[in-house]
């Protein structure tokens, strides 16, 4: 087998060029303060200290705040759905696996444009609400867009790992708690519940962390009002050209989710790697 | 018979910081069942891994028909493996595995379908061409993997314990099999494993390793009644091994007694080990015994009973198809054929 | 299975609605893809014209080819690169193996967007001029680490023997590598690059940042184009969103069936 250890080489190479050194790059942009010429660069931490700004404090706690709302959301609405799945018949629980899955394989953008259509002012949500007899709501480009199109995005993020989690449990727990003279809540809380818990701060932290950074849904949805910390980031690059401080946001952003998942992967007992 | 066919000369290999084998010279003749043998971790693998290519090792040679074949790959070797857990190729049929070697040869199709059909009727597995790998048995898988290495034609076949993975009746069924299929086909076997009486009762020569040096080289008889040291006499069969001084040719004395023995050549008064296999200790009356003990347990082993007898200076193990009540005393006794002595062995 | 409990009742409605949450918006968009006229809220009459508008439209007919060339492309080269990257990893030193996975989970782990300007800083770094090339290597980039986590894991599970049992028969490294190893992996493989060809095809954030000189994919072009409502989008997204669903299903339940015939044939051989 020794003959096969040599065809790592090109991959070593590629992801020298392609993810270390892009990495690289961003810390030494985010560190430095010569704008986007790397050529009269020098360290600076000025960058950082621009974040303190109001105006970025706010989109950083924004970003935090819709981070926990869709959490929050996708919990509330995912567990119950990942735990009536596991009720159902060994046959038909991967069929509903499998449709809680394939909106992740769809083109998030189309996805994001269909909510679009609707919650707009002029959209079927209000046509709706009009043959109804009620009052037109101005949905669109508010935290309320944003937020339903982060929930309707990242709940299968929420409800796989639960499933998983709750799919591995022996009924047989369940029938030694209600012999052991707990009653149907208490079962549910002390048993099940414990027994999905490593799902569930999966589900929680994934969630979280994707929503802090997600980008397309705050801009379609949110309008140009609605900035998060993606947002920001784009901004920095594409429209105001400051290098240094979209490579500082960046690198926070990068480091704090890495170092989560990384700490996630270490206490998950799931996890073979 | 006698024609050499593999020589090693002094291999040496080093795994990360640990050597396995520290220097092995050994001579594999034609047509000859070789086993090595020896407890997990002693290097046995590690030879075998040498000799068909897998490895190679850091010094030394391999010698095959008298040509150096150390730096050669093994695709281009004449031996061929029947591997730990078979290795089978799980998405062919069981025809297809078997014919795997020869189609890469670019045989005619003819010829490939009747080695294969013969290969298959040898082992015992005819009608079982279409088979998928994973519908069959242990035993079976075993088979398939003898003829998918035999239908190559080799010169030497190499078996890296191939009976572990099956239960303990198949494995006796398997060692009359393999030792059949070896005479019909008359090339030479290199078997490695950790079983003793697999290798005693399979093996022309028995090659006893441990820590990655050989310890002996010989026939299962020789191996089993004239072991050369306290690590071969404790590894094959069940042995009580006794202190003893070498008073003088064909003199021995332990336990405060003197023995006849049949070996010499030792220094006079040097410090030596013997050794005493439990079925050669006979008992009686205390009175006729060369030494006398107490009957401590007793534990019935089928065909015989395994008794402890106390002596004062230490336990002995023997076998008896006689029933002797725990607390009896008795007399045991040996003849000097059966009283082995040993050197010392320096404690490394 | 008599009688339905009340609770499965209540499960069956939940269930339908979060089924609804995640597909009514998908199908109603589908839906107005058919309408006569351009509103998205009254359906007037059945109609194709927005078919026929998108298929004699250049700029989305042309990112429809580039989104497929590059995930065609993407697919390919990052499927061939991870399989190749995975066989080596298990037999290469453990510390180069465990950096190099490492380094291969990062653009799992991180923030796309992060992802895609350490891409973007690179090409500008290089002086290279954004447009088709770039947005294609930056595919493979992104794609091979999805290649290697689906295809390592089945290279680990092999015996390691079965390569050193090819070779013993007289294969030849290559020939162990194609007629051996391959057919064992083709099933990681096979998921590994259809999970890169859908990653590619549906990307927009990389693409977005790494694009330049009007190439545009499809992802890019419906971002372009929410501002105004158009018809002809939910056409597109009819099209790719229905092949989208069709492959997932052939995908997940062909197998299934597949496995179930096999172990139907199977009795009736043995009965």
Same mark, same amino acid.
């Given at each position: 087998?020794?003959?096969?250890?040599?065809?790592?080489?090109?991959?070593?190479?590629?992801?020298?060029?392609?993810?270390?050194?892009?990495?690289?790059?961003?810390?030494?942009?985010?560190?430095?303060?010569?704008?986007?010429?790397?050529?009269?660069?020098?360290?600076?931490?000025?960058?950082?200290?621009?974040?303190?700004?109001?105006?970025?404090?706010?989109?950083?706690?924004?970003?935090?705040?819709?981070?926990?709302?869709?959490?929050?959301?996708?919990?509330?609405?995912?567990?119950?759905?990942?735990?009536?799945?596991?009720?159902?018949?060994?046959?038909?629980?991967?069929?509903?696996?499998?449709?809680?899955?394939?909106?992740?394989?769809?083109?998030?953008?189309?996805?994001?444009?269909?909510?679009?259509?609707?919650?707009?002012?002029?959209?079927?949500?209000?046509?709706?609400?009009?043959?109804?007899?009620?009052?037109?709501?101005?949905?669109?480009?508010?935290?309320?867009?944003?937020?339903?199109?982060?929930?309707?995005?990242?709940?299968?993020?929420?409800?796989?790992?639960?499933?998983?989690?709750?799919?591995?449990?022996?009924?047989?727990?369940?029938?030694?708690?209600?012999?052991?003279?707990?009653?149907?809540?208490?079962?549910?809380?002390?048993?099940?519940?414990?027994?999905?818990?490593?799902?569930?701060?999966?589900?929680?932290?994934?969630?979280?962390?994707?929503?802090?950074?997600?980008?397309?849904?705050?801009?379609?949805?949110?309008?140009?009002?609605?900035?998060?910390?993606?947002?920001?980031?784009?901004?920095?690059?594409?429209?105001?050209?400051?290098?240094?401080?979209?490579?500082?946001?960046?690198?926070?952003?990068?480091?704090?989710?890495?170092?989560?998942?990384?700490?996630?992967?270490?206490?998950?007992?799931?996890?073979?790697? | 018979?006698?024609? !050499?066919?593999?020589?090693? &000369?002094? %291999?040496?290999?080093?795994? *990360? $910081?640990?050597?396995? +084998?520290? /220097?092995?010279?050994?001579?594999?003749?034609?047509?000859?069942?070789?086993?090595?043998?020896?407890?997990?971790?002693?290097?046995?693998?590690?030879?075998?891994?040498?000799?068909?290519?897998?490895?190679?090792?850091?010094?030394?040679?391999?010698?095959?028909?008298?040509?150096?074949?150390?730096?050669?790959?093994?695709?281009?070797?004449?031996?061929?493996?029947?591997?730990?857990?078979?290795?089978?190729?799980?998405?062919?049929?069981?025809?297809?595995?078997?014919?795997?070697?020869?189609?890469? !040869?670019?045989?005619?199709? &003819?010829? %490939?379908?009747?080695?294969? *059909? $013969?290969?298959?009727? +040898?082992? /015992?597995?005819?009608?079982?061409?279409?088979?998928?790998?994973?519908?069959?048995?242990?035993?079976?898988?075993?088979?398939?993997?003898?003829?998918?290495?035999?239908?190559?034609?080799?010169?030497?076949?190499?078996?890296?314990?191939?009976?572990?993975?099956?239960?303990?009746?198949?494995?006796?069924?398997?060692?009359?099999?393999?030792?059949?299929?070896?005479?019909?086909?008359?090339?030479?076997?290199?078997?490695?494993?950790?079983?003793?009486?697999?290798?005693?009762?399979?093996?022309?020569?028995?090659?006893?390793?441990?820590?990655? %040096?050989?310890?002996?080289?010989?026939?299962?008889?020789?191996?089993?009644?004239?072991?050369?040291?306290?690590?071969?006499?404790?590894?094959?069969?069940?042995?009580?091994?006794?202190?003893?001084?070498?008073?003088?040719?064909?003199?021995?004395?332990?336990?405060?007694?003197?023995?006849?023995?049949?070996?010499?050549?030792?220094?006079?008064?040097?410090?030596?080990?013997?050794?005493?296999?439990?079925?050669?200790?006979?008992?009686?009356?205390?009175?006729?015994?060369?030494?006398?003990?107490?009957?401590?347990?007793?534990?019935?082993?089928?065909?015989?009973?395994?008794?402890?007898?106390?002596?004062?200076?230490?336990?002995?193990?023997?076998?008896?198809?006689?029933?002797?009540?725990?607390?009896?005393?008795?007399?045991?006794?040996?003849?000097?054929?059966?009283?082995?002595?040993?050197?010392?062995?320096?404690?490394? | 299975?008599?009688?339905?409990?009340?609770?499965?009742?209540?499960?069956?409605?939940?269930?339908?609605?979060?089924?609804?949450?995640?597909?009514?918006?998908?199908?109603?968009?589908?839906?107005?893809?058919?309408?006569?006229?351009?509103?998205?809220?009254?359906?007037?009459?059945?109609?194709?014209?927005?078919?026929?508008?998108?298929?004699?439209?250049?700029?989305?007919?042309?990112?429809?080819?580039?989104?497929?060339?590059?995930?065609?492309?993407?697919?390919?080269?990052?499927?061939?690169?991870?399989?190749?990257?995975?066989?080596?990893?298990?037999?290469?030193?453990?510390?180069?193996?465990?950096?190099?996975?490492?380094?291969?989970?990062?653009?799992?782990?991180?923030?796309?967007?992060?992802?895609?300007?350490?891409?973007?800083?690179?090409?500008?770094?290089?002086?290279?001029?954004?447009?088709?090339?770039?947005?294609?290597?930056?595919?493979?980039?992104?794609?091979?680490?999805?290649?290697?986590?689906?295809?390592?894991?089945?290279?680990?599970?092999?015996?390691?023997?079965?390569?050193?049992?090819?070779?013993?028969?007289?294969?030849?490294?290559?020939?162990?590598?194609?007629?051996?190893?391959?057919?064992?992996?083709?099933?990681?493989?096979?998921?590994?690059?259809?999970?890169?060809?859908?990653?590619?095809?549906?990307?927009?954030?990389?693409?977005?940042?790494?694009?330049?000189?009007?190439?545009?994919?499809?992802?890019?072009?419906?971002?372009?184009?929410?501002?105004?409502?158009?018809?002809?989008?939910?056409?597109?997204?009819?099209?790719?969103?229905?092949?989208?669903?069709?492959?997932?299903?052939?995908?997940?339940?062909?197998?299934?069936?597949?496995?179930?015939?096999?172990?139907?044939?199977?009795?009736?051989?043995?009965?």
């Amino acid at each position: 087998m020794k003959h096969f250890k040599h065809m790592t080489g090109p991959y070593i190479l590629w992801s020298a060029a392609f993810i270390v050194i892009p990495f690289l790059l961003i810390i030494l942009y985010a560190f430095t303060d010569g704008g986007l010429s790397l050529m009269d660069a020098s360290f600076s931490l000025d960058s950082f200290q621009e974040i303190i700004d109001p105006l970025y404090v706010t989109v950083f706690s924004r970003s935090f705040q819709v981070g926990l709302i869709t959490t929050a959301l996708c919990f509330l609405l995912g567990y119950p759905m990942a735990y009536m799945i596991t009720k159902f018949d060994e046959k038909v629980q991967p069929i509903l696996i499998l449709f809680t899955t394939i909106p992740m394989w769809i083109n998030l953008l189309l996805r994001t444009y269909a909510w679009i259509s609707i919650l707009s002012d002029n959209g079927i949500f209000n046509m709706l609400l009009g043959k109804l007899g009620l009052a037109p709501v101005s949905i669109m480009y508010t935290g309320i867009s944003v937020n339903i199109g982060l929930v309707c995005n990242f709940l299968p993020f929420m409800i796989l790992p639960i499933y998983t989690s709750l799919s591995k449990m022996d009924p047989a727990l369940l029938e030694a708690a209600y012999d052991l003279g707990a009653n149907k809540l208490q079962a549910f809380t002390r048993v099940v519940f414990k027994y999905s818990l490593p799902g569930v701060l999966n589900g929680v932290i994934l969630t979280f962390l994707m929503a802090i950074s997600a980008f397309v849904i705050p801009k379609l949805l949110g309008g140009g009002q609605y900035t998060l910390l993606g947002n920001l980031i784009e901004n920095q690059f594409i429209s105001v050209g400051n290098w240094n401080f979209g490579s500082a946001i960046s690198f926070i952003l990068a480091v704090v989710i890495l170092f989560t998942i990384s700490f996630l992967k270490r206490i998950d007992p799931d996890d073979e790697d | 018979m006698n024609k !050499k066919i593999i020589e090693l &000369k002094n %291999i040496t290999k080093t795994f *990360e $910081h640990h050597q396995v +084998l520290k /220097g092995i010279d050994l001579t594999i003749y034609e047509n000859e069942f070789l086993t090595l043998l020896g407890p997990s971790g002693c290097g046995k693998t590690t030879i075998l891994r040498i000799i068909g290519g897998f490895e190679e090792a850091d010094s030394g040679s391999v010698i095959f028909e008298g040509t150096d074949m150390s730096k050669l790959p093994p695709y281009k070797r004449e031996v061929n493996t029947v591997f730990q857990k078979y290795a089978l190729f799980p998405f062919m049929s069981v025809f297809e595995n078997v014919a795997f070697g020869l189609s890469l !040869k670019k045989m005619d199709k &003819k010829v %490939i379908q009747e080695k294969v *059909e $013969h290969m298959l009727h +040898l082992v /015992g597995l005819r009608g079982f061409e279409k088979r998928n790998i994973n519908q069959l048995s242990g035993g079976q898988q075993q088979r398939v993997a003898i003829a998918r290495a035999l239908v190559n034609e080799p010169k030497v076949l190499l078996l890296d314990e191939p009976l572990g993975a099956l239960d303990a009746k198949l494995r006796k069924e398997m060692q009359v099999e393999l030792k059949k299929i070896q005479k019909e086909v008359g090339i030479t076997f290199i078997f490695v494993t950790h079983d003793q009486e697999e290798a005693l009762s399979m093996s022309d020569t028995v090659v006893v390793m441990n820590e990655g %040096i050989i310890q002996q080289i010989g026939s299962p008889i020789d191996i089993y009644n004239e072991p050369k040291n306290r690590f071969v006499a404790q590894f094959i069969g069940e042995s009580n091994i006794v202190p003893a001084i070498m008073k003088e040719d064909f003199l021995v004395s332990f336990d405060d007694q003197d023995f006849k023995c049949v070996d010499h050549g030792f220094l006079s008064n040097e410090d030596v080990e013997v050794v005493l296999r439990p079925e050669d200790l006979i008992l009686s009356k205390p009175e006729y015994g060369q030494l006398t003990g107490t009957v401590t347990s007793i534990t019935f082993k089928g065909v015989h009973y395994e008794i402890i007898v106390n002596s004062h200076h230490r336990d002995y193990k023997v076998q008896t198809t006689h029933y002797y009540e725990v607390g009896t005393e008795v007399g045991m006794s040996v003849i000097p054929d059966n009283i082995h002595v040993m050197h010392k062995m320096k404690e490394a | 299975m008599k009688k339905l409990s009340t609770s499965k009742i209540f499960y069956c409605i939940y269930i339908g609605i979060i089924f609804a949450f995640f597909y009514l918006p998908i199908a109603v968009t589908m839906f107005f893809s058919f309408n006569s006229s351009k509103s998205l809220t009254h359906f007037t009459g059945f109609s194709m014209r927005w078919y026929v508008n998108l298929i004699s439209d250049n700029e989305i007919m042309a990112a429809v080819s580039v989104s497929i060339s590059i995930a065609i492309f993407a697919t390919i080269i990052a499927t061939i690169l991870g399989t190749i990257t995975s066989i080596g990893l298990s037999k290469c030193k453990k510390i180069v193996r465990e950096l190099l996975l490492n380094v291969n989970n990062v653009p799992i782990m991180n923030p796309e967007i992060v992802t895609a300007i350490g891409f973007m800083i690179l090409f500008s770094s290089l002086r290279i001029s954004k447009g088709y090339m770039t947005m294609l290597l930056a595919h493979i980039a992104f794609c091979t680490p999805y290649v290697i986590t689906s295809v390592y894991p089945k290279v680990k599970t092999l015996d390691p023997n079965l390569v050193d049992a090819a070779l013993d028969l007289g294969a030849t490294p290559f020939q162990a590598l194609y007629k051996v190893l391959l057919p064992m992996l083709k099933e990681g493989i096979f998921a590994g690059a259809l999970l890169a060809f859908t990653m590619s095809f549906d990307d927009f954030v990389i693409s977005y940042f790494v694009t330049g000189n009007g190439v545009s994919n499809i992802s890019i072009i419906v971002y372009n184009m929410t501002k105004r409502t158009n018809p002809t989008i939910n056409a597109l997204s009819t099209i790719v969103i229905s092949i989208i669903f069709l492959t997932m299903l052939v995908v997940k339940i062909v197998p299934y069936i597949v496995r179930k015939r096999r172990k139907e044939t199977l009795h009736e051989k043995i009965s």
